[in-house]
């Protein structure tokens, strides 16, 4: 062999890594930038237009909302006359928090006697911030440390009585 064939052979093995080393570089920092794309997330029973249109007030109970629209995701806090369903358009990127990009509520409301009267759609602007009360209910007993908790039960094991329920 040739030195002059053995110089082209050892340049084309460098470069022959370098690209591959390039290739690895690329691919993999391709991957890392993919892994950090937004998700978005569809939550919630969205219902259709076309079910919407289904509705008629005055006409549907309560069961024919129910065969129409499906199972309420909630329904009111104190009685049984207005559905809600709702459903949401979440996103995040990465580590950050969720971020809400689209909220969308219908209340269906019944009279008193399960007959559809009204649909009403709400949207994020009818929505409000609820304030969360930081009060902690205080709780009865002593505060133990953490050597009472480790030492505290040394000498209360009965050793070989079996016990039949609490005495």
Same mark, same amino acid.
């Given at each position: 062999?040739?030195?002059?064939? !053995? #110089? *082209? =052979? /050892?340049?084309?093995?460098? $470069? ?7 290739? +690895? ?47 309420? !995701? #909630? *329904? =009111? /806090?104190?009685?049984?006359? $207005? ?7 979440? +996103? ?76």
């Amino acid at each position: 062999m040739s030195p002059d064939t !053995a #110089t *082209t =052979s /050892v340049l084309n093995v460098m $470069t022959s890594t370098r690209f591959f080393t390039a290739l +690895t570089i690329s691919i993999l920092s391709l991957a890392a930038l993919g892994a950090c794309t937004k998700d978005i997330d569809a939550r919630g029973n969205q219902p259709t237009n076309l079910a919407l249109t289904k509705l008629a007030s005055g006409e549907q109970t309560r069961q024919d909302v129910r065969n129409i629209l499906g199972s309420p !995701a #909630t *329904t =009111s /806090v104190f009685d049984n006359e $207005t559905w809600y369903y709702i459903s949401s358009q979440t +996103t995040q990127y990465a580590f950050y928090p969720v971020e809400e990009l689209e909220r969308t509520v219908y209340a269906v409301h019944f009279d008193t006697r399960g007959i559809l009267s009204e649909v009403a759609k709400l949207d994020q602007r009818d929505g409000r911030e609820i304030r969360i009360v930081s009060r902690e209910t205080p709780t009865k007993g002593r505060e133990f440390s953490l050597i009472e908790q480790l030492i505290g039960n040394l000498g209360r094991f009965s050793a070989g009585k079996d016990r039949q329920g609490p005495q």
